[in-house]
């Protein structure tokens, strides 16, 4: 399930660059609960061209830990 969803997530962030989402609103945006999303956007975190970094998301505006597409 992780895997689908990061899927949709990494879809969701390159095609938004630069903006990024936190788990809550990525969890909002597909209908998955928080515990999913956040699993899937760790799982993203770990591939070659994402990171995890403190930032304010783009969907909330509440600074917290979040993926996006690395530099």
Not at 12 to 35: G, H, I, K, M, Q
């Amino acid at each position: 399930m992780p895997e689908a969803l990061a899927l949709r997530i990494r879809k969701l962030l390159t095609d938004d660059v630069p903006f990024a989402y936190c788990d809550s609103c990525l969890a909002l945006r597909f209908s998955e609960s928080l515990e999913d999303a956040r699993a899937a956007a760790l799982l993203l975190a770990r591939e070659d061209g994402f990171i995890r970094k403190l930032r304010a998301c783009y969907g909330c505006g509440r600074s917290v830990e979040m993926t996006e597409v690395g530099k």
